[in-house]
């Protein structure tokens, strides 16, 4: 706390507490833990998709990037498909899933950001730069939030939720 300014949790505090402390690690864990507890219940997906993605270990790849999530402020499931990846993701073409990759704010650099007052993506990034530099558009993640941050917290932060460490000191 500065000046009535609240900083954000520097992503190295969050892993000194994520993997250093067994209580922050438990606060960090126990929801995506629990809502990954039981198999998913698919409806409207083929069976060999289905097939594909369980065998990329999704339910355990939700969990760790809900962890990592609530952990870091933010955190993301890539979904490697055929299609282009500076694209908007379109799930009737993209074919089979080659890939699903777990990414923390860490490593997952917002760079552009809906910037269109009236659309309800205002705010969220469009695209991001991954380690390696290659651009990413936000379709082809599945995003997973932290601590619930105000709009203006989360835009100082560059479009990141604040770590659900958020005051714990490290």
Not at 11 to 27: C, D, K, M, S
């Amino acid at each position: 706390f500065a000046g009535g300014i609240v900083l954000p949790m520097a992503p190295e505090q969050a892993t000194v507490l994520y993997h250093g402390n067994a209580l922050a690690a438990r606060i960090a864990d126990a929801f995506p833990e629990e809502a990954c507890r039981e198999p998913f219940a698919w409806s409207g997906v083929k069976p060999e998709t289905i097939q594909r993605i369980q065998d990329l270990g999704v339910q355990r790849l939700i969990a760790e990037a809900g962890s990592f999530g609530r952990a870091f402020g933010g955190a993301a499931i890539l979904i490697g498909t055929d299609s282009p990846i500076g694209k908007p993701l379109d799930l009737s073409k993209a074919g089979e899933v080659k890939f699903l990759e777990v990414h923390d704010r860490r490593t997952l650099e917002p760079i552009k950001f809906y910037d269109d007052p009236r659309a309800p993506e205002f705010g969220r990034a469009e695209f991001f730069k991954l380690p390696g530099g290659k651009e990413w558009h936000t379709s082809h993640f599945v995003i997973f939030g932290g601590a619930r941050t105000a709009p203006a917290e989360k835009k100082e932060n560059r479009g990141w939720d604040y770590s659900v460490f958020q005051g714990i000191e490290a």
